[in-house]
């Protein structure tokens, strides 16, 4: 039996929702992932990868979100900090 989903006529408060939040809220959707394009996931990925610059942030944000940047970011900063005490060491 496929379920039947019964919209009542747009109110102020339904013309901003979205077709992602109908489905979720009526449960025709567990989780909305997005889809990766290659190209800029492996641009992303060669300029990460670089030893000589810092990972492009606004990039990872940009594709994976802020709190992906953020960690990209505090690792950076770490392992630029602990190569201090490594050297000296």
Avoid: N
């Amino acid at each position: 039996m496929a379920a039947k989903l019964h919209l009542k006529k747009p109110s102020s408060s339904l013309t901003t929702t979205s077709l992602c939040q109908v489905l979720k809220t009526h449960g025709f959707v567990d989780v909305i992932c997005p889809v990766h394009i290659p190209s800029i996931r492996s641009k992303i990925e060669r300029k990460t990868f670089s030893f000589i610059s810092p990972p492009p942030l606004q990039a990872i944000r940009d594709y994976y979100g802020e709190a992906v940047a953020f960690y990209f970011a505090w690792m950076h900063h770490m392992t630029v900090w602990f190569m201090i005490p490594g050297i000296l060491g």
